[in-house]
């Protein structure tokens, strides 16, 4: 066999070679030397000059800063420092990018440095290159709202945004626009702190102009920015959330919802399950029809088939008059629950446990649950059946080890592990509703048959 | 200096003399309406460059510079360098006699000076010529750009000044003038028959004057020294004068970008003794530091081998004449003899020893190590036997502790001074400004990484691992005996190792590949790369330069048997 398997091996291997020599040769075309092939390496190679000495030292930099040795990476970057002054490049990670980068960084986290010395250090950043000052702005302001100081980031922005430098190019306008948008925010921010004070006040019987002049002031700084931002394509959340806010306390209801259709469903914008969370969450608010929430709903389980709305969904599928909607459902929470964030989820599974026990009542519809089970009949088991899961969960949670045994009992039979160890436990423990449950699946038992295809009358309508 | 009022605008008494020899403040440079009586000339106080000279320098009002020339230049930096040498203990007469009469001889073969025409005239009247007759002038002269790019694929000259990428409008860099009167046209002179100053060149001289005078410095420790900062060479141009402004093409020319290497200073200077036209050297006897019997023993020493060892040395270096004057004496010019690199000599006929001796093939130095321990355990009587193991142990620990370090230096050496150089007046207001700046972080950052300021230098040492006998951990090896590894015969000692491997059967010619031999670590013993490592350590070069000199003394060792192979083994040839 082996000799065969050799001699047919060399047979193919011969073959190719064979008919090229036959055939008439094309012309070797050879590639291209390097000019400068047969020069020796020469001493230059390894002759120590400014930027390897500098290469070197950023290298030490990266590690230092890798292992959390914060001083040491300090100490190395004073002496990367003088790279600054060769930086005349135009490249993107030029010396002064990384020093800025790096820079940050070991000011964050260095034990001795303080907010002054960062922004000491930042204020010479933002002179170093005219292409970066908008980024660096805009990072310092994040630096400061994550260190308290609201004020001084709303001031920060506020100077970025004032900033003109000959002609903007198209990255530039975009970051200006980032710019004004997070002023928005804080403008925002502002606003719902007047609101506040006001509706606080307000229950006093005592109103004071000045703090709605203010406030109004705020909403329409904070309007304009927001809504600039959120005509680009992109994923704003945060600042849709606060324009629909802003706009949803005033009223205007039909503009809310038209942004958040428009960041829901423009095709230009990424796919963003967030952007139909609060499509729904505003139509619910709203209460608009169950028809327009299970659209949205649908959209975001075909993104997003774990997320936690799909609980919700699955309720309102389950109590819809058509039979459609009905199987969604069943669809959805199984979907959800082949997902580990679910697996010891007493609502998911009760949701499953109803449903399964509506059809098994009925006994209609066992087709679906088949067609569901199918797919799944190879894992489940061992992902939500296993009799450690059976032990863990009965000890943990008796409620959730009452729904899995009951959906296990369907799917897998009275004698599965999980069912069996549940059941036994739940009898032996005297509660009431594990025996019932026990009748239960004793009784729907050929369910079980029928599901697996292991009974010959398993075309059922 | 002799004005001491406060300045009118910021108060501070910091002043400095203009070229129209007016005071001006330094610290808010404000200008006074007072003059100095008496205009200094010889701000330079080297009488030297007056014989260089011609006459009373102009003085131009506007930039507040002096004239000079880039040779000028070049003569404070030669200067400097032999002041530090001659403060590391060189004899006086380097600087005075010995330097300054190659200088001298250099600028009389560059017909810079001393004699009938000297070629700065030219070049003088070339550049007048130039600034007044602009327009018409222009196609003819070559732009900046070309230069920089003709300067850079010669590789002599530093290649990565700042203002080189900086300068891509042509426009604006064809403005630009040196601030030398020769600066401009200095990169542009390419006549073959003379030989270019550059930076590099200073140590070639500085070199050849250290040769001349047969002093116990090697080129290795020389360019240790420069790096380690005891001899003036980055930033030297911060001594000179402040009416001296560097500006333009000057940058590139004294400006340094990269260490000095040394490959390159030791063949300009072979190039520059030729050029000079210089007489045979002094002769190198045995007597002399760079004598291989005498540098063997340095670097035994240094290496923490047993001084027995340097019988066997000066055995190879009778063996194959290379301890005697007419192979170590320098000839200029003179083809023939082949240029001897003492420093790797040394080290090279030391590593063929150890060949000789533990054979370096990863199995017959441990074969006897263990021999040797094995006896040191048993016979505690005289010295003990010289173990390679332990030997190994002691020098991988401290040569990886010292290689760190040395990596470390290098990433966090400082290449700027105080006083920066700008390309252009234009430039300059950015370039203080981001000198600013980068002191500014770097106190900054100093701060925060809890070291002071770097310590001051060390003092120079041509030893850089000492080993003594008075540590009693054992870690010196000097007095330890050979005796596990010799035998007697016929009232010789010789080795017990019967055999011997070459590094390479066949030498490469220099001259179309570059090398005389190839060296890939991975293809060699690790033993022999260990030893190589250390002496590539020591002298601070490639291993593959040791490398080359090992294999070219053992064919030196090995020429008769290697020419007599083929006779009796003509397969071989193959």
Known sequence: MDSFLEERGAATAKSPAAQAGSALLPALHLPFLPPHLFQPASSHEHKLNFKKSKEVCLSYIQDSMLQKQWKRAAEFLTFYIESLEKDFSTEYMGPSEMIWRIGTEILCRHSHSSMKEFNSFIEQMKTLGVKRYLKVCLEHAFHLLCNGLIDEAYQNLSLAESWRFGEQTAVQDKEMKLIQAYRGLLDYYRWSKQKNILLEHGQDGFEDLSVEQEMHNCFRKAAVNLKEIIKIPGVWDLFVKCYVDLLEFYGDHNEARQVLNEYAYNSKFPANPNAHVYLYQFMKRHGESKKSLISALKILHDIVPSHELMIDFNTMLQKSKKRKKRRLGLEVIFAALDYAGWKENVKAWSCLARQVKQIVNSEKHLDWIKQEWNSRKDWWPAFHFSRYLAKRNWQENESLSYEKALVAGILLGKDCKYFKYVSHQGCKAQVKRFRILKKFVNKHNPVYLRISGLSDSSVQP | ?574
Request: charged share 25%; proline share 4%.
């Open chain 2, 1 to 574: 200096r002799d004005f001491n009022e406060r300045c009118a605008q910021c108060s501070e008494v910091n002043w400095g003399l203009t070229d129209g020899g007016r005071f001006y403040c330094r610290s808010c440079h404000n200008v006074t309406e007072r003059t100095r009586e008496v205009v200094n000339t010889d701000f330079v106080s080297n009488t030297r460059i007056h014989t260089i000279s011609k006459g009373l320098r102009k003085q131009e009002e506007t930039d507040g510079g002096c004239e000079w020339y880039v040779c000028e230049g070049f003569q404070l930096v030669l200067k400097k360098q032999a002041e530090a040498l001659e403060a590391l203990g060189v004899c006086p007469q380097m600087k005075d006699e010995i330097l300054c009469n190659f200088w001298r001889r250099y600028l009389q073969k560059s017909k810079q000076a001393y004699c009938n025409r000297p070629a700065g005239e030219t070049i003088k009247a070339l550049s007048v010529c130039d600034s007044s007759t602009d327009v018409d002038s222009e196609p003819d002269r070559p732009s900046v750009l070309h230069l920089l790019s003709l300067s850079e694929s010669e590789g002599d000259l530093q290649t990565d000044c700042s203002f080189a990428s900086s300068t891509s409008k042509v426009s604006e860099s064809t403005s630009v003038r040196s601030g030398s009167v020769d600066g401009s046209l200095y990169l542009m002179k390419n006549r073959k028959e003379t030989l270019r100053m550059t930076m590099p060149m200073t140590l070639s001289f500085c070199y050849m004057a250290l040769l001349w005078l047969r002093e116990p410095m090697t080129l290795s420790d020389l360019l240790r020294f420069v790096v380690e900062g005891h001899i003036p060479y980055l930033n030297v141009f911060q001594h000179f004068p402040d009416k001296m402004k560097l500006c333009g093409l000057d940058l590139k020319i004294f400006c340094v970008e990269s260490w000095p290497v040394y490959e390159e200073i030791h063949n300009k200077m072979l190039e520059l003794a030729a050029f000079l036209d210089l007489p045979r050297f002094p002769d190198i006897t045995d007597s002399c530091f760079l004598h291989p019997d005498m540098l063997c023993m340095k670097y035994l020493m240094e290496a923490n081998l047993p001084d027995e060892l340097h019988n066997w040395t000066c055995r190879v270096v009778k063996k194959i004449c290379i301890g005697e004057a007419d192979f170590l004496t320098l000839v200029p010019g003179n083809k023939s003899t082949r240029k001897v690199k003492y420093d790797v000599l040394a080290v090279a006929v030391i590593v063929v020893v150890l060949k000789l001796l533990f054979l370096l093939d990863d199995h017959y130095e441990w074969l006897l190590s263990d021999f040797a321990e094995e006896r040191n355990k048993n016979n505690k009587e005289g010295g003990p036997y010289f173990e390679f193991k332990k030997w190994y142990k002691v020098i991988k620990c401290s040569l990886d502790v010292e290689q760190k370090k040395l990596d470390e230096k290098r990433a966090k050496y400082l290449w700027r001074c105080e006083k920066p150089l700008f390309y252009s007046a234009k430039k300059k207001s950015k370039v203080l400004k981001r000198r600013q700046m980068v002191v500014n972080l770097q106190n900054q950052f100093g701060k925060l990484s809890g070291s002071v300021r770097p310590a001051e230098k060390a003092n120079p040492s041509s030893f850089q691992l000492s080993w003594s006998e008075e540590n009693t951990d054992g870690s010196c090896f000097h007095g330890h005996s050979l005796k596990g590894i010799l035998q007697e015969k016929c009232g010789l000692l010789t080795a017990m190792n019967p055999d011997y491997w070459l590094c390479t059967v066949k030498l490469c010619t220099e001259k179309s590949c570059g090398h005389l031999a190839h060296y890939r670590e991975v293809d060699f013993p690790q033993s022999y790369h260990f030893v190589l490592r250390l002496f590539s350590f020591l002298l601070r070069i490639q291993p593959s330069y040791i490398h080359d000199e090992v294999c070219v003394i053992e064919h030196k060792l090995f020429n008769k048997k290697l020419c007599k192979k083929p006779k009796y083994n003509p397969s071989l040839r193959k």
